[in-house]
């Protein structure tokens, strides 16, 4: 995208939405000089449309213009509103895809690692492909399946989600443990039967206050923490590095 | 007055100067190596003998003024004490005989173990100067100096030092071998004179490997390296006892206190953030003591050595104090603070009164005790609030009053017993031989009673009389102060009263001899009534002095009225055992119900007075609402009062007392003015929590009629649980306790933690305990409230706190233990399989599930303290006692053994004795008999035989499996065996009675009467060879404190020898 006489804000929003509805339609690169056209003729129809607007509105002697006035000015230029409905209800088809319609229009694909695991260079493809062939498989699909994991996050889920997965830790790291390590009945059984109540025996250590003193529980989090921290950088990074290729791409 | 007092003490020298001198230690051996030199002035004219005392030590040669190889004698009556061929086992002449080797050995009496015998060469040398000396001037025979040197070791100690030397040789271990002195019982490791009141100043050296750091009383003049050995060299010049002499040696870190250089903190290797976390503020209470007397700390500096396994938690010397390791916390712990520093202010306040200035004898105990915590308390009451200083106070007072009726009176002074025949219980004896359990309950007695000392006196001329006793001990420690002046360095009831006399004009003994010299504490019965055409309280108290431990109490007490015009304070003298009063009322009944009340505390409240008796204007009233008085107190007013009390009072005391009260009113009422309280946050949390107590209490109290859900569940989904979507998050802090309860419970999930608010916190982390104990109509507990306490344990989450929910877990795990009840559940069957999965009822499965899990966790990533296994253990006692799951007793003996977190072991170990006491299991008794007589950790000896004491398997000879002569004869030798551990061998001494009483046991067969004729008392013509004490010499050195003192003291004798 040029740059170079854009001060205006208006102009660099105007820019990037005209920009956002080109490459709606499909169209991956064009050239600069067939961008600059279009923004020049939908800047002039624009222009053209509000001046009507505002004519209208003064014939009405209004200071605000209300939508019959909008609606006039596109019937003085030419456009049928009938088409205008058209436009509206049939979607652009290679409309990006927000992350809800994804979740609920192609379930298939829910598993598979786009931006957020995945190098952002591996998504996009090169342009020479065309866009009706289907997307490059990720890297390590081939050791997933399909899941239909509920992706929607609302707080108790998150919550039940969260506990759930420690439980389940706690658990398997016992149950792990409990299969390396001796272990100790529970259940006096008086020697006849067999239990699943044990203990992991205690192994003796010489200087015991120091295990019971400096607690490891409140680094686990400590740890979850630094992780969090690096997920949200790393997102951050990420829209950043979307947000480039884009332009450099317009 | 004084010639009693010149009496205690019958020394016949004064020690100016020591050197204790440690030139070797091995930690492999377990032996120290040394010798110790005394600077004597002796009192009397024939000085031929010289008794110190020492213990356990082997003593090689002695030396005075360099004569060799002195004569010397050295006999331990303690070790033979009880001899195994004593067939009568009794109590009685065990105790007579204790206390008479108790008084042979005693330094205050002039007596020691060891007796050094003066060579006729040097007598004479001292006869000639004295004899020249005469003539010029009387007093002037201070030049005469023996200079006693004796070579000692010290080797595989029982107490008085320990060695921890872990078993292992990982190079963690090796560093971390360290020793320390256990207590105050210094002839356990040198030659001294191992009397409170002989202070004297200090020169110790230790020698040790390069690596290692010894940390002793004093300051560090010097430190030399020689030969890969390292010498310290400490000197105090402060004059200090011998008990209070500290060492610590091991390869210790260490922190300065970032605001006082003078103080040190040192810790074992690994721990030194915990350390500096855990000692970061112990310059506050230094500042705040120094400004509060007024005078400055005497010592140099001050260093705090964190050890494992010392015997007591907290042991303070002089110029440094030894700690138990636990004591250190991370910054992430919350509730070890209150105690940790607590522990430390303590120490810090014995810098002051207990180790500088100390106590004459033991009979002045209670005086130093008291003042330190006295101290300690002043500090704590600015650094945790009020509310808790006056939670606490109230806390010790029912503890005192618990012990005097359950168990024991307490008289503070320790007198002797004038004839043996008196002697009714083990703790009625001699200071150095009371039960731990008794010391603990006294000393809270003693800082109740400096409390009313400083009540009677007002606190201003309390901090004066404080600060003169300092200054007065100061001018003692100046470099060319006389010998004489360091009787100032201690005190006794009698001097202190004396101090207070003279710089007040009040008599504090009455006050004492209600208090020290006498046992016992008041009950008080009340009642009121209003009389209306008078507009007079009618208030009548008894005195219950039937009961058990009381004392007819004669003295003002402070009654507060609560009118509708305002608070009115009445001070009434009780002189009868049933007193009645009439209080001016100032309040007149009023048809206008709008206008507000005003509070004692200056608050101006409107109240609901519809309830209120309306020919009434009394809300409510309080007798002695200051503590001024150790008293039980059963006082009557209608719920009405109560509840207004508890609502509206801001007295947290009084709230106390309203809700004990409240529990015997189930109703509406009560249940309304509850909720309100608990939900009140401008209510200290304690209030609040035992708020939930009682709500619990009372709903079980109503379980046929209750209808709705427990406010305290209410208040807990609403204050700690996050909403249903629907409910707009402004909603939960507004709306009432009624239409939130009607949310869906499973769409509640506890909020993740944040325990930023420590009273938020405390609150939270207990009121699930309280929900616990909630009872239906088939009295057991609602599953809603199991479901409940279960989700809380599934959704805790963590991992976005900035604090530790080591404590919040182990309390949910004791909430899920609270609901467990015994409902008659008696399944006998030995099919552990069809109990487990058959009979046993869900909820009591899930539990036993939920609980290994969480034993087994802990054991992978423990908590703080491995506070969630302590729970743990305790919930599994529970299970096994209560439901009946056959629990195999090995893992109550894998966590008692030795290796295991201390903590933890001392659970298991009560769990085993509780197991005892239930189930008489012989094998377990052994067991715990074993851990009494070899483990190597001391502490948890004397915890175990406290735990034994408090849950005997059998009381005064009640007819029991285990009640049988292999008992008496383990226990026996037992004792017999722990001849250098007072402590743990009175504590025996009292489960000995517990057991046994104080005669023979029954299931002994009874003696003959000839054999017990010739079984002499081969002891009793055990002579004293004290020597006669010149009297003069005496007063010169003793008497010096104040002149007129001296003057009348000096005519007196003069009167007597006459």
Redesign the interface.
Known sequence: MDNTNTDNPYDVLFERSLAVIIREYGFDNIELSAYHQFLDISNTILRRLLLNVKNFMEIQSRTEPCPADLARSLQMMNVKLSSLQQTYNHPIKHRLRSPDRQTETHPMKLFRVTSTTNNTSRKHRPIYIPDFLPEFPDPHTFISSETYADLRK???RV??L??DQ??AL??S??KF??QTNEK???????G??I?D??????T???????????????M??ES??TIEDETVANISHRTKSLSATDDGEM | MELEELRQVTRSFVLSHQTLCITGVSFDKRCLVGYTELTLHPLVKNFNVIKLNARQLTIYAVTINDERNVEFSYDDPNIQILSDDDPRRDLTSFLKRQQRFFEYVDPDEGNGELTIFIPLSLQQQEQNSSTTNDDNNNNNTTDIVYKVTIDFSLEHPENGIHFFV???D?K??RL?RHLFTTGHDARLWFPCVDSYCEPSTWTIEVTVEESLTVIASGELVECTTNNELKTYRFYLSTPAPAPFIGLAIGSFESVVDSNTQEITNYC?P??LT?LTNTTSFVHEPLEYYEELLNASCQYPNYKQVFV?EPHAECIPFASMAIFN??L???S?VIEATWHSRTQMAFALANQFFGCFITMRSWRDWWLLKGLALYLTSLYTRRAFGNNEYRYNLNQDMLDVIRYEREENPIRLDFAPIKSESDITNVNNRRGTMMSSQYLEVAAKKAHLVVRMIDDFIGREIMMQILNKLMCLATTACLKDAPLSSRSRLHISSKSFSRVVSTLTTKDIQALLTQWVYESGCPRLIGSFTFSRKRNVVELELKQDTTIKGSKKFLGSLVIRVQELEGSFSHTILLEDSVTKYELTCHSKVRRNKKKKIPLISGDEVDMDLNQMDPECPILWIRIDPDLKVIRELQFEQADYNWQCELRYERDILSQFEALEALKRYPSQNTRETLGTVLDSSNCFYRVRIECAYVLTHIANSMANTWTGTLATLSFFRRVFM?TN?TLSSTNVTTSSTNNLSLTVPS?N?VR?NDFSNSQMYMIQKTIPQAIALQRNKDRVCPPEVINFLFELI????????RF???FYRSSLIDSLSNTLTNIGLTSTT????LL?NHTLDTNTKRI?DEI??Q???D????????CVTCSCLRV?HKLNIISG???????FY??A????????RLIACEILVEQIEIRMNQDVFEYIFNLITNDPDYNLRHKIIQHLCHHPPFRQNQTCSLNNPITVHRLWSLIKNFAYDNQIRNDLVELYQIMFGLSRPNCLPSLNETNEILIKDELDDVSDTIVDIDPERLSYFRLARYADDTKAAASKLASTSK
């Not at chain 2, 054991?859 to 491995?866: L, R």
């Not at chain 2, 053994?897 to 933890?904: A, I, K, L, P």
């Open positions: 609302d707080y108790p919550r039940h969260l506990a420690r439980r706690q658990r790291l016992v443990k409990l100790l009945s529970v259940i006096n059984t008086h006849t039967n239990n109540y044990y203990l992991i025996k205690y003796i250590s010489p200087l015991p206050y120091l295990s019971a003193l400096l607690p490891q529980d409140q686990e989090s979850t923490e | 872990p078993d292992d990982a963690l271990s971390s074992l690994g721990l915990l494992t390791v636990n250190l916390y991370p992430t996050s979507s769409a999930i993740i599934h959704y805790n989450e963590n991992s976005k706190n530790s929910d080591a030995t099919n552990v399989d487990l036993f290994l899990l034993l087994n966790y054991k992978i990533i423990p908590s703080y303290g491995f599994l799951i056959p629990i195999d007793i090995n893992v894998e966590y053994s030795y290796g295991m977190f201390d903590r933890v």
